[in-house]
């Protein structure tokens, strides 16, 4: 079956800008995790929903960074007045499956955000 | 709270064997292994859950030691297609389901 997908894969925009990023996860999972990615570094989660609501959102950096899951499916993380700090890669991942360990969290192919 | 990796950085030539360490301060419920390759997403290895350890593929294999918070993961008679990052995520006990990465350990396989 299809894997975890995020649109766009890259997004460039100018500082102050709003930008959106969407996650798809995989059919029937139940969480859904927003992760961001600097150069040389680890994953550093940001949100996590189980369903609709956001179970742990202890990451988010600050206000500017808003995320939905209205349906328990697709997710959209929404950043306002973006800085040139923010540029990462985005990735998103998902667990809760029927098969497998169900703590396993797959993770999509992420977004590139350049901020200039 | 973010475990430390070791080492850095290892250079192997195809067959070979390596070890890469995860260890944290706080104690875990699961510890996940992720191979990350260059501008790609991570593909998940195996997850070792408190009170045991789960084997993922035929010759990547990793403990769990639950007293001293470490994890190991052991890579056999390396292959090319094993080079990448590779990075442990550990999940405390009682905290929520999020993962809380290494800095990453970089693995490369030279012919």
């Known amino acids: 079956g299809a894997g975890v997908s995020q649109t766009p894969s890259n997004k460039v925009t100018e500082k102050g800008k709003y930008v959106e990023l969407r996650c798809d996860p995989i059919?029937?999972?139940?969480?859904l995790y927003w992760y961001r990615q600097s150069l040389g570094q680890g994953p550093e989660f940001l949100i996590y929903?189980?369903?609709?609501?956001?179970?742990?959102d202890s990451g988010l950096p600050n206000d500017r960074f808003f995320a939905v899951r209205p349906e328990g499916s697709v997710s959209t993380l929404k950043i306002q007045r973006t800085e040139r700090g923010d540029s990462a890669v985005y990735l998103c991942?998902?667990?809760?499956?029927?098969?497998?360990?169900?703590?396993?969290?797959?993770f999509g192919p992420g977004t590139r955000l350049t901020v200039l | 709270q973010q475990p430390v990796q070791s080492p850095q950085a290892v250079i192997l030539r195809e067959g070979e064997d390596a070890v890469i360490n995860c260890s944290s301060s706080?104690?875990?419920?699961?510890v996940h292994w992720y191979r990350q390759k260059h501008g790609e997403a991570p593909v998940f290895l195996m997850i070792?859950?408190?009170?045991?350890e789960q084997k993922g593929h035929e010759k990547i294999s990793a403990s769990f030691n639950e007293k001293k918070q470490q994890s190991s993961l052991y890579l056999t008679a390396s292959q090319l297609s094993y080079s990448g990052t590779y990075f442990c995520?550990?999940?405390?006990?009682?905290?929520?389901?999020?993962?809380?990465f290494g800095k990453g350990t970089k693995l490369t396989v030279n012919p």
């Open positions: 059919s029937g999972h139940t969480a």
């Open positions: 995520g550990t999940r405390p006990q009682g905290g929520s389901e999020k993962l809380v």
């Open positions: 706080k104690a875990l419920y699961s």
């Open positions: 070792l859950l408190k009170g045991g």
């Open positions: 991942a998902s667990s809760g499956g029927t098969s497998g360990s169900f703590d396993t969290q797959y």
């Open positions: 929903f189980q369903g609709t609501g956001a179970a742990d």
